[in-house]
């Protein structure tokens, strides 16, 4: 209380439920607090919050509170003269209206109450009080909404106190009328109903005497309430309108009634409807009185059956609804019922009549009510709109149209056909958008089939249950099945008749039944026949489940008023029945198969009634007669037309059976497709038990149908007559088809087919005499199949049929869309492929063909025709399946596949589609023979895949789904052939799975998926195949676009990564198939597809390729540069460079003949491809692993190409020896070795040994004999100093030591020469044993091998020194037997130089007198004409002059005595070498030399030219002549008849002359030296001179 205290209102509220809560368990203390706030408080919020509290405890507590009464109405009575406000006046009305319902809730009730009893009249005593204040004070003078409700509620609730006593009732009821006036002062009057229902349920409680003009008034004024249409009441406010009128008519039904039935006279048609509410709401209460009242109630309503207006209409509906809710104690009341049946077929006039107004359909009111409040567009009901519950469809925006038509409303359709929420604009006098006519018609639609569902209410709303219902209703109700009108009320109505039947059996002996004693009510009751066929028709609708459950239980219900030896079949076959559509779930069932089984039920219920005849006869009639009804669908006409036949064909009355058929068959107008179809049903059905006699009866017909053609020969248009072809062509299939098959197989061919054909022939040839010709014939095919059991019927006219078929599908171009007719062509050709006689293979084939040609090739189907196309490819692929299957071998599996390749390799997208679908169908028959067989593989496979494949990533998801369904059906099949063992480890990939995946447009999803179907489709890939799958993907590529034949490309690559490996009997043959593609394929993109799948094949089987693409020639020298650098890029290139290199290795080494040019052409090829693989190596690493490979080879060819015998340089060269050098073929193969050669080495080496090479000219003379030898060491040398002489590479070039032929000698001896320089570690101990080697080399008969085996031994003084010490007795003497050999004076020379370094490296000692025989025999040689001699023989008197110490010093200073005037000549020798060689040794001379003064003049011209130390030994030799020097040699001058000359530098490279390097093997000199000291004795000028020379290569 005191939180309340100063609070807003929701707290103050809050805290008000609070204390009504608490006082459930302490209501005395919480209404003390309240009571003692009540008297102490002065208004404010605090005296709101306690009246509120107040009025909660009342509304809560009634009976509790009633203690507190007289204290709380004291308090209230206190303050009334104190409300300050409307809120507070509000608030102490809620208290009074609380408190006073609480008092009167006493009164009802003062027995529950523990206290002792309060009288009433203390109580009514001082509620009067309060009531006469606020009547006095509070009415009239409060102007608010609010205030009036809450006022003459707290007024009401203290009427209904005073009424209590006696001697207050008038005041009260002069108030009553002031409550009824309120009705028209305030605008919500629901609170106003509210309260008047409260005071007439405490009058009828008290059962008081009331005015009658009070009550008249308060009549009156719920009368007038309830139909105002101006105030828009809510459904529970009417209800309490009409709750107010019950209890009056329960108080005083007398006037009540009276008052009731005199509106309805009433002018006003809202009126006499509101006073038919609510004589239904009186009549429904079943008072005793009120039922008194019933049949003065029903005949005054009965006038009123005949009112037009809609309102009154409904109303009247509902008075009857509600009067048949209760008991009827007699069948006045059937015109009543008898009214539901009429104003139902009244609506269902009226839409009709609409509809024809209209001319077609209006709109669906209820779409057309919500696009008023522009919601949405309109949408158009269909044509029927007698049935109540038809919804909106699709055939709606026809209806539309059709309306538009009419010229009503000028708008175009493209409004209909759009989303578009908002209506067009149109005239003025439109409303919404929607003309005013349209508007109209959409309510009057509306209301009539309002009208219609109120009907089939009130119908399925009857109790049976009431008394007298069921003489009310039996068998009245019957007269309304058989009627079409009636057609909507059947499932209530039937549902009603049932439980009546099943009613009156139960009830049957006890109660009074009525009958109708009216005869003209017995005449409208229906015949057994039509209620049986009414009943079987409406059963047969599969479309509304509970229209046939209904129509069974009533049939079994009424099974003995139909026929009585229909009571021991229809108790079983009924329920059997019942049950059938029990597991049928909604949508599942069947039309044919239910039709089916009610017509055998019709057969059984006819065979038990064939001892009437006379029953069945008019059985048959009644069929006939609604069949004839126009109101019939066409679904009731066929089932109509098969219970007919049915009938006839267990009616034993042959004449009347057969009148009956011609009837049909010359009568009937067969233009539409439904009776055309019920000829045929009536004819076929009919001949399951008149066989024979329904074939005359077509006999008959046929002949008269000629005959009438031939009189109207004239009238070419003649559509009847045509139809009538037509119908008579599918008669006799009919026929054959329910012919017994006993006896159908005798007169087929003869009485059915041929028949068939003559009528074909015979008429115009129309599209429906196509249809009918092919459906005639597959009937018989069927018909002859399910009849020939033992399978030995021959058709003899099966050629004849086929000629025509064939016919028939090549007679339209393959341009135009396929037609129902090549439909039924496919499906007929399929079936006839099953019977005999059997056709051979190849007519089979091009019944295949010409059948692929029309359904696959014709242009993309329009909309409509797509479902059509989709029929025609299944029933190709049907026939396909079916011709395969009966042939069954792999062989017809190749030809079928063949002919659908050119299908799927197709540049029309919906071709490959069509054929893809084929190829399905194929390819699961196969599977199927596949797995029958004992055949290991699909032969087909690669071919189909390579093709499939590709078809992935077609633009197409259709086309992408067909293709993986394919190709998982093709995997099936080849996992069949395989091992048990690998199809363990194999899994056949799911790729209907994939492939829905592909329906994504996305790039990536295209790529990814079809790459994992390959991963898995290579594993099943058959040996043998590899070329069929190659020339498939090379078709796809020549007829496909870019992205396919990028997708052949991926799958052509993705088969070489998966198989490469195990294709390699085929590798000849798919190499050849990517060379062949080169010529075709231009696009830079596949043909670096083409250059990629040549490196995978190479990856795996290198020699292969490299085989095959040496034996091809390319359209172009550039594609087969491209495609050696492409296969030299790859990983595979290091492979393929030493497959190449073998291959030349192997190549033959003899010269070849001059006409022998394929092996020359061989080689240049060879070396074409190395040097392009080389250039397009990814890394040098790669080469220089190789180079043990390729550097032998290539020196091994360039040596045995020079073709003569190695010579040498001499130290200059003759002028003129290489001016005039003939290039021939063998030059030319030499320099491609040449270039080869450089082309890897330039991989190998950095560009500084590069450069060296370059400036030495090894590339231009390494083919040139005189400089072979030379430019290998050098080659050898750089080589060394680059690291790349391995191992592998000097145990390769070992072998050529021992060739048979001196060129490879030659060459590996100069190799080896200058290996021994400086021998790599890795390697050295295999050098060791050459020393010996070239000992015995000195004595080989080539002069050049003898040269080179010295200038190895030279070589190997440095590199070997422990070796060359070991054996240096047998190497000098070895050296000094070769240096006397006039006859190789190049030998000689290189002897000398080789003793020379054995001199310079290892001293004289040892020698012995081998000492001084060299000295004596290089004393001859220093003035030979040779430069190279000359050159030599100083070189090692250099070394000997070095070496001569101790007991030597006395001889060489003789010897140097002897040859100081060669020296002093040769300082100005003609070759620079010589000239300094030889200044050299004058130097190391100089101790030697006498006098001291000439030995003091040379050690003084240390680092002078030649020129100035002979100058000055000149003026030395005049200034101070020494009679003991002779200044020419002693003894004979050496012989210069030896002497051949060999250039000393090749001819490209830098000359001498201008004091550059000569030669590795030759000593760079300085002309420059430092000047020595005197002292300087011979080895440490030596030693100084060759300090001060540079390295030969930097």
């Not at 009341?333 to 008898?338: I, L, M, P, Q």
């Not at 009485?751 to 196509?770: S, V, W, Y």
């Not at 990536?1004 to 099943?1020: D, F, M, T």
């Not at 070796?1363 to 190789?1384: C, F, G, T």
Request: glycine share 4%.
């Amino acid at each position: 209380m005191k939180a309340a205290q100063g609070a807003m209102n929701n707290v103050t509220a809050a805290a008000g439920d609070v204390l009504v809560a608490l006082a459930r368990s302490h209501f005395g203390f919480v209404m003390s607090e309240l009571q003692g706030h009540l008297k102490t408080m002065r208004g404010g919020a605090c005296q709101e919050f306690v009246l509120t509290t107040l009025s909660k405890l009342a509304s809560s507590y009634a009976l509790r509170c009633i203690p507190f009464v007289e204290m709380t109405l004291l308090a209230l009575h206190a303050m009334l003269r104190q409300v300050e406000s409307s809120r507070i006046l509000r608030t102490i009305c809620s208290v009074l209206e609380q408190w006073s319902r609480a008092i009167n809730a006493y009164f009802n009730a003062w027995e529950q109450c523990p206290f002792p009893r309060i009288g009433e009249k203390q109580l009514c005593e001082q509620v009067y009080s309060l009531f006469c204040h606020a009547v006095v004070n509070w009415l009239g003078r409060h102007k608010k909404e609010e205030d009036k409700q809450a006022i003459f509620g707290a007024v009401t609730a203290m009427m209904a106190v005073v009424l209590h006593d006696a001697q207050h009732q008038d005041r009260v009821w002069k108030q009553v009328v002031w409550l009824l006036q309120q009705y028209q002062e305030v605008q919500d009057t629901s609170r106003v109903t509210e309260s008047l229902h409260y005071f007439l349920k405490t009058l009828e409680e008290l059962h008081a005497v009331a005015p009658k003009d009070k009550l008249r008034a308060i009549a009156a004024a719920v009368h007038h309430e309830l139909g105002d249409e101006t105030r828009q009441h809510s459904a529970g406010h009417k209800e309490e309108l009409r709750q107010c009128i019950v209890l009056q008519a329960r108080i005083y039904p007398e006037e009540t009634v009276t008052f009731l039935l005199s509106q309805l006279s009433s002018e006003n048609q809202g009126s006499r409807g509101t006073a038919l509410t609510l004589l239904g709401a009186v009549a429904r209460s079943d008072e005793p009185a009120v039922r008194e009242k019933l049949p003065l109630i029903v005949e005054a309503v009965q006038p009123l059956f005949t009112e037009s207006g809609t309102q009154l209409r409904t109303a009247l509906l509902g008075f009857i609804k509600d009067l048949l809710s209760v008991s009827i104690p007699s069948c006045l009341a059937w015109d009543v019922v008898a009214h539901i049946f009429v104003e139902f077929r009244r609506a269902s006039d009226r839409l009709v009549r609409t509809e024809r107004d209209t001319r077609g359909s209006v709109p669906c009111p209820g779409c057309a009510e919500s696009s008023l409040s522009g919601t949405r567009s309109i949408a158009w009901a269909p044509q029927n709109l007698v049935c109540p519950t038809a919804l909106c469809s699709a055939r709606c925006s026809q209806a539309a149209q059709h309306f538009l038509g009419a010229g009503t409303w000028p708008l175009s359709g493209a409004w209909l056909s759009s989303s578009s929420t908002e209506p067009p604009e149109v005239g003025a006098e439109s409303n919404g958008g929607f003309p005013n006519a349209v508007l109209q018609a959409v309510e009057d639609v509306q209301e009539e089939r309002d009208l219609q569902a109120q009907c089939i209410g009130i119908l399925e709303s009857l109790d049976l249950s009431v008394e007298g219902m069921t003489e009310l209703l039996w068998p009245r109700l019957l007269q309304y099945v058989v009627p079409a009108q009636y057609c909507g009320m059947l499932v209530p109505l039937l549902r009603c008749l049932q439980a009546l039947i099943e009613r009156q059996k139960q009830t049957e002996g006890q109660e009074d039944t009525e009958k109708p004693a009216d005869v003209q009510e017995q005449a409208k009751k229906p015949t057994p026949q039509a209620l049986l066929v009414r009943l079987l028709v409406v059963a047969a609708c599969d479309q509304c489940r509970e229209c046939a459950v209904a129509a069974l239980q009533l049939l079994q219900a009424l099974q003995s008023r139909i026929h009585s030896s229909l009571r021991g079949l229809w108790p079983i076959r009924i329920p059997r029945m019942l049950q059938y559509l029990e597991e049928k779930t909604e949508g599942f069932l069947d039309s044919e198969e239910w039709q089916c089984y009610l017509l055998k039920f019709l057969t059984e219920s006819v065979e038990e009634m064939l001892v009437d005849q006379p029953w069945v006869v008019c059985l048959s009639r009644e069929l006939s007669q609604q069949l004839s009804n126009p109101s019939s669908s066409a679904e009731d006409k066929n089932f109509l037309y098969q219970a007919l036949g049915t009938v006839l064909a267990s009616c034993r009355q042959l004449t009347h059976v057969q009148g009956q058929l011609l009837k049909y068959l010359k009568e009937t107008d067969a233009t539409s497709p439904c009776d055309r179809q019920g000829i045929a049903s009536v004819v076929s059905y009919a001949a399951e038990r008149h066989f024979y006699l329904a074939l005359d009866a077509m006999r008959e017909f046929t002949q008269w149908l000629i005959a009438f053609d031939r009189r109207r020969k004239a009238q070419k248009g003649h559509q009847r007559a045509q139809a009538a072809w037509a119908a008579a062509m599918l008669t006799y299939g009919k026929v054959a088809l329910h012919a017994p098959k006993s006896e159908l197989l005798a007169c087929v061919e003869e009485d059915i087919l041929a028949n068939i054909l003559e009528l074909f022939h015979a008429c115009r040839k129309e599209l429906q005499h196509k249809l009918a010709l092919l459906n005639g014939i597959k009937e018989v095919t069927c018909a002859i199949q399910a009849a020939d059991t033992k399978h030995s019927f021959r058709l003899c006219k099966k050629p004849e049929v086929l000629e025509i078929l064939l016919d028939l599908m090549e007679e339209d171009a393959c341009d135009t869309p396929v037609s129902q007719v090549h439909l039924k062509m496919l499906q007929l050709l399929e079936q006839l492929s099953t019977l005999k006689p059997c056709m051979d293979w190849e007519n089979r084939c091009s019944q295949v063909a010409v059948c692929c040609w029309r359904v696959l090739s014709c242009p993309p189907e329009e909309t409509e025709l797509q479902s059509l196309q989709a029929s025609c490819e299944e029933a190709l692929g049907q026939l396909v399946s079916a011709l395969l299957k009966a042939e069954g071998t792999s062989s017809a599996f190749a030809d079928v596949v063949s002919i659908l390749l050119r299908h799927l390799t197709s540049t029309k997208a919906w071709e490959r589609e069509r054929a893809l679908q084929v190829c399905a169908q194929l390819l699961g028959t196969y599977e199927e023979l596949f797995k029958c067989s004992r055949e290991r593989t699909c032969s087909q496979f690669g071919s189909l895949v390579g093709v499939l494949g590709p078809l992935l990533s077609d633009s197409q998801a259709t086309s992408r789904q067909r293709a993986g369904a394919c190709l998982s059906c093709l995997l099936r099949i080849q996992a069949c052939g395989m091992t048990k063992t690998r199809r363990a480890v194999l899994q056949v990939p799911d790729c209907k799975e994939l492939c829905e995946r592909l329906k994504s447009t996305e790039d990536g999803s295209l790529c990814e998926e079809p790459a994992k179907i390959a991963k898995g489709v290579c594993q099943y890939f058959p040996q043998g195949q590899a070329r069929s799958f190659m020339d498939a993907i090379m078709k796809t590529f020549e007829c496909a676009n870019e992205e396919r034949a990028q997708a052949a490309g991926d799958w052509m690559i993705g088969f070489l990564e998966a198989c490469g490996k195990e294709i390699r009997p085929e590798v000849p043959e798919v190499a050849n198939i990517l060379w062949k593609a080169m010529y075709t394929m231009q696009q830079g993109t596949l043909r670096d597809l083409l250059f990629q799948a040549a490196r995978l094949l190479a990856g795996f089987h290198p020699q292969p390729v490299v085989d095959s693409l040496l034996q091809t020639e390319l359209p172009s020298e550039r594609d087969m540069v491209q495609l050696w650098r492409s296969l030299g890029s790859s990983d595979l290139g290091p492979q393929v460079l030493r497959h190449l290199a073998e291959r030349l290795d192997k190549a033959p080494k003899s010269r070849p003949l001059c006409n022998d040019a394929d092996q020359e052409l061989h080689r240049l090829k060879l070396l074409c491809a190395i040097s392009e693989v080389v250039s397009a190596l990814l890394t040098a690493e790669a080469v220089r692993d190789l180079l043990p490979h390729l550097l032998p080879v290539l020196l091994q060819w360039v040596s045995n190409e020079l073709g003569v015998e190695l010579l040498f340089p001499p130290l200059s060269p003759p002028r003129g020896l290489l001016l005039f050098k003939d290039t021939g073929q063998e030059e030319l193969l030499c320099g491609l070795y040449c270039d080869a050669l450089e082309q890897v080495l330039r991989r190998c080496l950095d560009e500084r040994w590069q450069q060296v090479l370059c400036r030495h000219g090894v590339w231009p003379s390494l083919d040139l004999p005189q400089w072979h030898c030379n430019n290998v060491q050098l080659l050898t040398s750089v080589l060394l100093r680059a690291r790349l002489v391995s191992r592998a590479l000097i145990q390769t070039f070992l072998p050529w030591l021992h060739s048979p032929l001196p060129n490879l000698q030659v060459t590996a001896l100069a190799f080896f020469a200058e290996l021994m320089k400086d021998p790599p570690a890795e390697g050295k101990d295999l050098l060791k044993p050459l020393v010996r080697l070239f000992l015995e080399k000195l004595q080989h008969p080539s002069c050049a091998v003898q040269h080179m085996a010295a200038r190895g031994l030279g070589s190997a003084v440095s590199g070997l020194p422990k070796k060359v010490q070991k054996h240096k007795r047998s190497i000098v003497a070895a050296l000094e037997r070769e240096m006397r050999n006039v006859d190789h004076p190049e030998v000689a020379a290189e002897s000398m130089l080789a003793l020379a370094e054995i001199l310079a490296k290892q001293t004289a000692k040892g020698l012995g007198g081998a000492f001084r025989r060299i000295a004596r025999s290089t004393r001859k040689f220093l003035d030979a004409e040779q430069e190279d001699l000359r050159f030599a023989a100083f070189s090692l008197y250099t070394a000997l002059a070095a070496g001569a110490k101790d007991n030597l010093t006395t001889f060489f200073s003789g010897e140097v005595e002897q040859i100081l005037g060669s020296l002093f000549l040769h300082l100005q020798d003609p070759s620079c070498a010589v000239s300094s060689v030889c200044r050299t040794a004058l130097y190391v001379c100089a101790p030697f030399v006498e006098p001291k003064g000439l030995q003091v003049v040379v050690k003084n011209a240390i680092g002078r030219s030649g020129a100035q130390l002979q100058s000055e030994v000149c003026s030395y030799l005049v200034s101070e002549p020494c009679p003991g020097a002779t200044l020419g040699p002693r003894g004979p001058a050496p012989s210069g008849e030896h002497g051949v000359t060999r250039p000393s530098v090749p001819p490209h490279a830098p000359r001498e002359s201008e004091g550059s390097a000569a030669r590795p093997l030759r000593p760079k000199q300085n002309s420059h030296l430092p000047a020595l000291p005197q002292e300087t004795h011979a080895p440490e000028l030596l030693k100084t001179l060759k300090r001060q020379q540079k390295p030969p290569l930097e």
